[in-house]
């Protein structure tokens, strides 16, 4: 039985109260108005070399070139103005998303190991349901995120603005979908869905340890079944509703996949450390080199998945050059350019360098090491898919983007030691636990 | 860890009290044996359509394209839809044994044989279309980028085609050394079996001199290993440039992001129905149902009812990504498959792809063997009209209404398909009569973990390891004096040996038999192989007890099986 330690509990404390002042910090300098961002604007243009900001400008704003240049300026302000003010508010979306979908990653593969009758994993499942004890938290905390949206505290999802549908005959066709109650009734029935297979899933092996029989887990077996076929469907759904209609006038049949792709290597990534950190502290003494060995297996293998599905989606659109799809990536490598190429680093060229080695998979410092380039890589990832579209170019990597991080980093903690702690580590009335216990690669 | 311990929830994945022996008797059984006339029915047929296939390829390379159904808006139609198809079906024998073997399912060392068999059989299918598809074959060494007389006239690299070329010719290459390795001892295993100088030459070349010392194994599990990881991320690179083929053009319908992965689940998709297809037969004709069991079916129907939904969650998302995008071409395209000239393809391709593979939630239907086959067999046409689909119709219609057209085959489009499927199943066939259809090394590896016999014996309480011989029939023979009364029990189920009307064989050919034992058998009164072909259980044991030093001999060394086959061979 783990007990939640009084040092990681106060160091999860820290990160909430630095993470808050954090975004507090990011809410208060935000501009109040038009006019402070043209005063901004005008400092910037005062203080850095005209030239190389004007650059920018000019390309960002290739349609409104033709306009005089007063207006420009006076455009080009409010556009900034709406960008700044979404920035605390997307660096928060970020780390609610990436946060969560960490955690629904986990539990997808946590429902696969139980469908496929995996004899190796059983002993890290406690960790696993750990992880996704996150899951409810999150899951609100982000649907919260979708109401404040739809309530115009934010302008995340221009599509939600009636004035912005108004001018878009793009969006007024999507508008059978795109709509803040529909979306939101989505939103319920998604959280809800993967919430109430994480709760039942953990009712069921918890009761499995003490049953004399198998039914609880024949029964949590075609739940998982089940749950995965949901989360199938939903999953692609939620990729399209919470990231791709960002960017209402883009479109990517791959788009689904390709977010299971960054979701899944996340979560594995992120049971391995957990069981490391626990296995340092020995209360995972089952648990030996053979089974993180398989975990960095899969943490290599996803990578280059990942990879595989971004190349995809990114060659295609390069290839063709159809301008309506094109200018998702020309907006992305224009002004994203060190995350956008960062991330194919952090996500692919190191995992790939580091976890190729057979001894390596079974080194805790390697897979350690690895596995915090890897979060960061697929944090990256999130930050480039949300923020173009909400930002623009005014972003920057700072105090906000930190604090909002830090602060879900530690809820996440918080909520995933103490969920460890309510429940012995081994399942132990899983028929394979005895496999998984002999388990030796 | 002990290592043949396995969780008793898990099911058997071989039938029956079988010995290391069994096996080996049992894979080289058919290579061993003569083929039957069913056999030879099929081959007639499949060499027929083969034949007809290559006349029709050699009419259109002497006449042209033109006679095919192709015109100038679909300028791909049978080739391509027949390319992909087979190239698809090729993904299975890949997906067996290479990622199988990485997620360690043991249940694939049934199937991965003849898997990677169809694998290569079907990859060379696929290659002929690339080739006589173009309008100037002659021409086609002008893919390789050569150095030549043309002041290093070069490739585009740009092009999925020239992809394609790189794609297929890895793929069938490491495909092929990869077989080879795996069938290296158990190409050896026949040739130390072989009683014919000539089989045991052939044998002899194929095994590259396999010896199976423990070095030899420790490097062919390595490399294995290698391959498999080599292979995977190679299939589903190869399908995914067979989907750029498309995905990266402007045409409607075509040019979507989803193509690689949905291409690459759509071929393991139809890749296991085809596998599912075969082996229901194989298992049946080459009696290997212990190793080929109602549970490797299921788990087939498993992945296939798996891809499947895959693949119709990719219709889905592509059908709502067409409306979403609120690009009029895409949203046609659309309405086109589902409401056009080719609806009925499309209706077609939809209830086989998405609604079939739906009915393997049910065990029952999942569990039925025939079922299973006819699933399989709707799976392949629902893939065919899949990639014919995609193909003809987003070509037929698209931009410009005045290039809207149909397409409809000729004779010679229709005979080059028909042909592939002859040249396949010609080529499997005679892979059935000469391979071992069935790793047996592999499987020999998983009987004391996974073999029914052993897992009952630790059910009922054994402990680990369980000894050799599990079940002991306790067989009581009563001791009989008299050898005369023996004699005449064996002969009179074994025949008697007239010596005046039949020749007497050279039993010494048996392996196990020298000149002193063929004498004593002589004198017991059997001569022909016919007779020690006869042997069974009893008849072994009556031996036994006839003769004085030899006791378990013919059994051990197979008289009867050897004997079969130097008496059908002789």
Redesign the interface.
């Known amino acids: 039985m783990y007990t939640f330690s009084s040092k990681l509990k106060t160091f999860s404390y820290a990160l909430m109260i630095v993470g808050i002042l954090g975004v507090a910090y990011g809410f208060f300098t935000t501009p109040s108005s038009v006019e402070d961002v043209k005063i901004m604007l005008q400092e910037s243009h005062d203080t850095h070399g005209a030239t190389a900001t004007h650059q920018n400008d000019t390309q960002a704003n290739d349609i409104e070139a033709t306009h005089d240049t007063a207006h420009s300026d006076d455009a080009h302000a409010e556009h900034a103005f709406h960008y700044l003010m979404n920035k605390p508010w997307s660096a928060v979306y970020v780390a609610l998303f990436f946060f969560f979908m960490i955690s629904l990653g986990t539990l997808a593969f946590y429902a696969i190991q139980h469908v496929s009758q995996a004899g190796w994993s059983i002993v890290l499942f406690r960790v696993m349901e750990g992880i996704t004890a996150y899951l409810p938290i999150g899951g609100i905390l982000l649907f919260v995120f979708f109401v404040l949206s739809s309530l115009h505290l934010n302008h995340l999802f221009v599509w939600m603005d009636p004035e912005v549908v108004a001018h878009d005959e793009l969006i007024q066709n999507k508008a059978g979908y795109l709509n803040v109650p529909f979306f939101l009734i989505r939103a319920a029935i998604y959280i809800a869905g993967w919430i109430w297979y994480r709760q039942h899933s953990r009712k069921l092996t918890l009761a499995q340890d003490n049953a004399t029989d198998l039914s609880n887990y024949t029964k949590l077996f075609k739940r998982s079944a089940a749950f995965l076929v949901f989360f199938l469907v939903t999953e692609s759904m939620m990729s399209w509703d919470w990231i791709m209609s960002l960017d209402p006038h883009w479109f990517s049949t791959l788009f689904g996949w390709y977010l299971f792709a960054s979701m899944i290597v996340s979560a594995i990534t992120t049971i391995a450390l957990v069981s490391i950190y626990l296995k340092g502290k020995g209360y995972l003494e089952f648990v030996n080199d053979s089974h993180m060995h398989d975990l960095a297996k899969f943490m290599f293998g996803f990578s280059i998945f990942w990879t595989y599905l971004w190349f995809s989606q990114f060659m295609l659109i390069w290839y063709a050059d159809i301008p309506e799809e094109v200018t998702y990536f020309v907006t992305r490598f224009n002004d994203y350019k060190i995350p956008f190429l960062g991330m194919l680093v952090l996500n692919f060229v190191f995992p790939l360098l580091v976890l190729m080695n057979s001894d390596y998979k079974r080194v805790n410092w390697f897979i350690v090491s690895t596995g915090i380039i890897i979060l960061i890589g697929h944090y990256i990832d999130i930050f480039v898919m949300i923020m173009p579209a909400t930002v623009g170019d005014q972003w920057f990597f700072g105090i906000t983007e930190i604090g909002a991080a830090l602060l879900v980093l530690g809820i996440f903690i918080y909520v995933v030691f103490n969920a460890i702690s309510k429940a012995p580590l081994l399942a132990k009335g899983n028929p394979f636990t005895k496999e998984s216990e002999q388990y030796h690669y | 860890?002990?290592s043949h311990?396995?969780?008793?929830?898990?099911r058997p994945l071989i039938v029956g009290d079988k010995s290391y022996h069994d096996i080996t008797l049992e894979v080289a059984a058919p290579v061993e044996g003569k083929a039957n006339k069913l056999w030879w029915t099929a081959f007639t047929i499949a060499l027929i359509a083969f034949l007809w296939g290559l006349g029709a390829i050699i009419y259109t390379i002497g006449t042209g394209i033109g006679v095919w159904g192709l015109n100038k808006t679909v300028g791909w139609a049978w080739d391509i839809t027949n390319f992909v198809w087979w190239v698809g079906i090729g993904h299975a024998g890949t997906l067996i044994s290479a990622v199988l073997l990485?997620f360690r399912q043991k249940w694939r060392m049934g199937i991965n044989r003849s898997a990677e068999a169809m694998t290569i059989f079907s990859v060379v299918q696929a290659g002929l279309f690339p080739v006589i598809h173009m309008g100037r074959v002659w021409n086609a060494h002008f893919v390789l980028p050569i150095p030549n007389q043309f002041g290093t006239l070069w490739t585009n690299f740009n092009s999925p085609l020239l992809w394609d070329v790189f794609a297929i010719s890895t793929y069938l290459s490491v495909s092929l050394v990869f077989w080879w390795t795996g069938l290296l001892p158990d190409f050896a295993m026949l040739r130390d079996r072989a009683v014919r100088p000539f089989q045991k030459k052939i044998y002899s070349l194929l095994s590259f001199g396999w010896t199976g010392r423990a070095k030899d194994w420790q490097r062919f599990e390595e490399v294995s290993l290698v391959l498999a990881g080599l292979a995977t991320?190679l299939v589903?690179?190869v399908h995914?440039i067979v989907s750029?083929d498309f995905?990266?053009?402007?045409i409607p319908g075509w040019?979507?992001?989803?193509?690689?992965?949905y291409f690459v689940a759509g071929a393991v998709f139809s890749g296991f129905a085809m596998v599912n297809t075969l082996l229901i037969i194989m298992r049946k004709v080459s009696n290997l149902e212990a190793y080929i069991t109602k549970q490797h079916i299921e788990l087939m129907n498993i992945v296939i009812m798996i891809t499947g939904?895959?693949v119709g969650?990719?219709y889905?998302?592509?059908l709502?990504?067409a409306w979403?995008?609120?690009?009029e071409y895409e949203q046609y395209a659309f309405l086109n498959r589902a409401t056009g000239p080719y609806w009925w393809a499309y209706l077609l391709m939809m209830s086989c792809n998405v609604l079939s593979p739906q009915f393997m939630w049910f065990k029952k239907l999942r569990t039925s063997i025939m079922f299973s086959f006819f699933i399989s067999i709707v799976v392949n046409i629902g893939m065919w009209f899949e990639r014919f689909v995609i193909i003809v119709t987003s070509l037929h219609r698209d931009y410009l209404p005045s290039s809207w057209t149909m397409f409809s085959p000729t004779f010679v489009d229709i005979g080059i398909y028909v042909g592939t499927i002859g040249f396949f199943f010609v080529l499997f066939l005679l892979y059935a009569r000469t391979f071992p259809v069935i790793a047996q090394a592999e499987v020999k590896s998983i009987l004391k973990s996974s073999g029914e016999a052993y897992k009952r014996y630790r059910d009922a309480g054994g402990k680990n390891p369980a000894p050799t011989k599990v079940v002991k029939v306790s067989t009581t023979t009563e001791e009989v004096k008299d050898t005369a009364v023996q004699k005449n029990d064996l002969l009179g189920s074994l025949g008697v040996f007239d010596n005046s009307t039949q020749k007497a064989d050279d039993l010494k050919l048996i392996s196990g038999v020298g000149p002193k034992l063929e004498k004593t058998l002589n004198t017991i009164g059997i001569y022909s192989f016919d007779q020690v072909s006869k042997m069974t259980e009893k008849e072994y044991d009556l031996l036994d007890s006839l003769l004085e030093s030899f006791k378990g001999r013919a059994k051990r060394d197979d008289w009867a099986g050897q004997a079969k086959n130097l008496k059908n061979n002789g």
Do not use: D, K, N, Q
């Not at chain 2, 979403?324 to 690009?327: A, D, F, I, K, R």
């Open positions: 860890m002990s311990y396995e969780a008793p929830i898990r990485l991320p589903l690179s995914t750029f995905a990266t053009s402007v040019h979507t992001t989803i193509f690689p992965p939904s895959i969650c990719a889905i998302t592509e709502f990504i979403y995008s609120g690009v």
